[in-house]
């Protein structure tokens, strides 16, 4: 059975920070894993990290994904109110004939002014 | 933003009731599918769909039955709504079935079971 498991469950920091937030998983066969970041409404999707593009980088937010250790981080430098969030992870399974994601529980993340 | 539109944003309802979620998409996408979010579980897949009519089980799909009659429009029905069943549903789509980040989420429907 697919497994994510995101670290930590919340987090609270004031505006200017840099925040870590982690992501371990076990899948049976791994195609992707995808960060997406939800305010109040739908997940909107952040980044996705491959065998053949373990590093992405965004503006302030960057994510590295280590295959072999099964885990992977997103960083946000310099962070401000607008980055509050619940930031999600998810693996996809790429040994099925769908779509087929196992999210993790979410890291809230608060920032204060 | 991708054209998804789920309806009702809310309802609350009772026990033992049937219920009907719609999402409808203006992507012409042919995967579509439901999730649930729940505090502590993420995002659990109920049931997909990989074109009209053709439907298939996700990993929590007891209680859950769905139908693709056209294909911007995809039904989520409780048959009897239980309280296990209170969640936030949400509905996404996608062009492709290997994922990559071309998964588009509609806004949810809060659902209450009482």
């Known amino acids: 059975e697919d497994k994510v498991v995101q670290s930590p469950l919340s987090l609270v920091v004031h505006e200017g920070d840099t925040v870590t937030l982690n992501c371990s998983y076990e899948v049976t066969n791994f195609r992707s894993l995808l960060w997406y970041k939800q305010e109040k409404k739908a997940p909107t999707f952040l980044f996705m990290l491959?065998?053949?593009?373990i590093e992405k980088k965004s503006g302030r937010l960057s994510s590295i994904l280590d295959k072999k250790e099964l885990f992977s981080i997103l960083n946000i430098t310099a962070t401000q109110t607008g980055d509050s969030a619940v930031y999600l992870c998810?693996?996809?399974?790429?040994?099925?004939?769908?779509?087929?994601?196992?999210f993790g529980q979410g890291t809230i993340l608060t920032v204060h002014p | 933003d991708a054209g998804i539109t789920q309806s009702p944003r809310h309802k609350v309802t009772e026990t033992g009731t049937p219920v009907t979620l719609r999402c409808h998409q203006t992507e012409n996408h042919r995967y579509m599918y439901w999730y649930r979010q729940d505090p502590g579980h993420g995002l659990r897949l109920i049931h997909y769909s990989y074109g009209v009519k053709d439907t298939d089980k996700g990993e929590v799909s007891d209680g859950y039955s769905v139908s693709r009659s056209k294909t911007e429009d995809f039904l989520l029905t409780l048959e009897s709504a239980t309280s296990s069943q209170t969640s936030v549903y949400f509905c996404?789509?996608?062009?492709?079935?290997?994922?990559?980040?071309?998964?588009?989420f509609g806004s949810g429907t809060q659902l209450s079971v009482l």
């Open positions: 998810a693996v996809e399974d790429g040994g099925t004939s769908y779509g087929k994601l196992t």
């Open positions: 996404a789509i996608s062009e492709s079935w290997t994922l990559s980040e071309k998964l588009f």
């Open positions: 491959t065998s053949s593009g």
